[in-house]
């Protein structure tokens, strides 16, 4: 049974076969249930046109639930954002996955934290000084942007999110999230003498720099140590390069047909738009 699984799994994957997915999750009922799916925000659960969950979304969340199914928010995310996009006022998720997985909660525990080295955050800030680049530095209760141009518009309105406070006091050893709005050289350039950091795009001129062991890897496998889940009993939903890693921590993973080509072919299957059936498709795709 689990030969003839691990076959299908490779149709689904390289050619995309809906039917053959059907099939696939049919048999591997028998085997194993998905006890929790991970939901990226921008562009998986609301997009410029939609930016609130859809009704038709936020009813198959609950028929998820009514299943006993554990559903989580996996996103770069602040908590303040979560607030003012009133994500939580629409379906209240068992837990968070927020800042890449930097700070990952449930209504009773924190999960799992991650900070950003404190030389490293020095390093950053020096390039960013002496380029004088845009940047928002991000602690766990609160986000600042350090000045605010063309670039930082258009990517906050990207995202239907207003613009930080400006403040250029920097807390260089509470930061746990610095996105820089820049171009490629420039990211390249701040990230020149880092150590333990990493970097992932969310937008065209935008970066998300958070720690080298961070990510929504590890926030993924911090919350399958505290559940005591298991890989092939997880399921993920992303369109963005910062999902990547995500998809390849959970069992199933699912692309949403507006992500690119690079990302789509990282999953195991892709869903219809965010703008049309979105996760709907995905969930029942997934025969759940």
């Known amino acids: 049974m689990q030969a003839l699984i691990n076959i299908l799994n490779y149709l689904v994957h390289y050619y995309k076969i809906k039917e053959v ?6 048999l591997k009922k028998e085997i194993v249930m998905i006890k929790a799916i991970f939901f990226d925000i921008d562009g998986t659960l609301i997009s410029n046109q939609y930016p609130r969950m ?15 199914i554990k559903l ?24 968070y996955l927020l800042l890449n997985g930097g700070y990952c909660f449930n209504d009773n525990d924190v999960i799992f934290e991650n900070k950003i080295d404190e030389n490293d955050v020095r390093e950053i800030c020096h390039v960013i ?30 995202i239907n999110t207003s613009i930080p406070r400006v403040s250029d006091k920097i ?24 150590k333990y950091c990493k970097y992932t795009r ?18 993924i496998e911090a919350v399958m140590n505290y559940y005591g889940l298991k890989k092939e009993e997880l399921a993920a939903f992303g ?31 892709v869903c219809d738009d965010v703008d049309q059936r979105g996760i709907v498709d995905g969930i029942e795709q997934l025969g759940l």
């Open 171 to 194: 807390n260089y050893d509470a930061i746990m999230q610095i996105d820089p709005y820049v171009g490629e050289k420039d990211i390249i350039k701040i990230m020149e003498n880092t």
């Open 72 to 95: 989580f928010i996996a996103s770069g995310r602040h908590t303040l954002e979560i607030e003012e996009l009133q994500i939580d006022k629409d379906f209240h998720f068992d837990g």
């Open 21 to 26: 997915l059907k099939w696939t999750s049919f």
């Open 129 to 158: 000084e002496s380029r004088k680049l845009p940047t928002l530095f991000i602690e766990k209760e609160d986000m600042y942007v350090n000045f605010v141009n063309e670039k930082v518009i258009h990517a906050q309105n990207s």
């Open 239 to 269: 369109d963005g390069e910062n999902d990547i890693e995500m998809f390849e921590t959970v069992g199933i993973s699912i692309a949403m047909n507006n992500a690119s080509s690079y990302v789509k072919e990282k999953a195991s299957i």
């Open 202 to 219: 969310w937008y065209d001129e935008a970066y998300d720099i958070i720690p080298q062991l961070g990510g929504k890897k590890a926030g």
């Open 54 to 68: 859809k009704k038709e979304t936020i009813k198959i969340l609950k028929m998820l639930r009514e299943k006993g």
